[in-house]
């Protein structure tokens, strides 16, 4: 089993050699070729210089450089997308993650599962700011969509390559990716890992990090329930809103009538105007959505098959 150890890097200069020392007494015990390819996102410090020096060193040391800070997220696409082995293990470059940990979540992908998550059971970061609305964050993904997974934001998982090759991630969809791939039908384990606070270097997220996790999250909601047919959605609230505008303009009409009055051009005549125009407004960005959607899987299937025989 050949083995790719995928770690996104961004300025940690003082932590990549003591890494790699970790790193590789560990895949040593495990059979077949490995890899460890780091992908430096853009970093300001040394760190590329530091990567150019272990990989002249060592040729199972690669290194994928990125012009800028491009993100996690994308760092680790690239790293899916270059990865030779036929396991990929992502982690941290920070020290946070235990490399000791790497066998029993390989252990445990050899026993079926297409993605193995780590789960900082006795996660060492600052609670207020990062445990907490970890906690939230997941709480909604389990109650909304069931996500399956108690720590999705473990860096530290195992992936068997074929599931994450032509994954396309978004934004900072790197925290959810077992959910992504949940919902493609792909079967996700889990395994205590240790977890340590930061040494070295500093962390790279902010309280930012709240509201772009909350939008990846509605996006993904969205794109999961209405994704091949957005026109469900917008036409259905499309339909509710002039269906009420029609109702509110006959409410006025039979008040009017009943009371013996002419109708007057009132507050809720005008929002029945509102409300089919916001109708109409609605059918066309769900038209737009619609034609977007077409482009997008243009060349593309909405499915993903498990097996074929006689291929
Ligand atoms: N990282 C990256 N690009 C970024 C931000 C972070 O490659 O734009 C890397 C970072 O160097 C580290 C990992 O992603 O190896 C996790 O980042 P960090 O430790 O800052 O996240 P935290 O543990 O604080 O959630
Ligand atoms: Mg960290």
């Not at 050949?2 to 560990?26: M, W």
């Not at 445990?131 to 389990?142: K, T």
């Not at 384990?189 to 999250?217: A, M, Q, S």
């Not at 959605?233 to 339909?239: D, E, K, P, R, T």
Request: glycine content about 8%; overall charge positive.
């Amino acid at each position: 089993m050949n083995i790719s150890v995928v770690v996104p890097v961004y300025n940690e200069e003082e932590n990549i050699i003591r890494l790699i020392q970790k790193i590789k007494p560990i895949l040593s015990t495990t059979p077949g070729n490995h890899e460890i390819l780091f992908i430096d996102d853009g970093s300001k410090d040394k760190t590329y210089e530091v990567l150019q020096k272990c990989s002249q060193e060592d040729k199972s040391v690669k290194v994928i450089k990125f012009l800028k800070n491009f993100g996690q997220t994308a760092a680790l696409n690239a790293g899916f997308r270059h990865a030779k082995g036929e396991v990929i293990v992502t982690m941290d470059g920070d020290l946070q993650n235990d490399p000791s940990d790497i066998p029993k979540l390989l252990e445990k992908l050899e026993r079926g599962y297409d993605v193995v998550s780590g789960w900082r059971y006795n996660r060492r970061d600052p609670s207020l700011k990062k445990v907490l609305p970890s906690l939230i964050a997941s709480f909604i993904r389990r109650r909304i969509i069931g996500d399956k997974v108690h720590d999705s934001g473990c860096s530290l998982k195992a992936y068997r390559q074929e599931v994450v090759k032509d994954l396309k991630l978004l934004g900072e969809s790197h925290r959810f990716i077992p959910l992504i791939l949940q919902l493609q039908g792909c079967k996700i384990g889990e395994v205590k890992v240790n977890h340590y606070p930061r040494k070295f270097g500093k962390t790279k997220y902010g309280v930012k990090r709240l509201w772009n996790g909350l939008f990846d999250i509605l996006g993904l909601i969205f794109w999961h329930k209405y994704g091949t047919k957005p026109l469900y959605i917008f036409g259905a609230i499309s339909l509710f809103s002039m269906c009420t505008a029609v109702f509110v303009v006959l409410y006025v009409f039979l008040i009017a009538f009943l009371q013996g009055v002419r109708v007057s051009v009132g507050p809720l005549l005008l929002f029945s105007v509102l409300l089919f125009l916001a109708g109409i407004q609605t059918f066309l960005i769900g038209i737009i959505a619609e034609m977007q959607t077409r482009l997008y899987y243009n060349d593309k299937e909405s499915y993903t098959i498990e097996k074929m025989l006689n291929e």
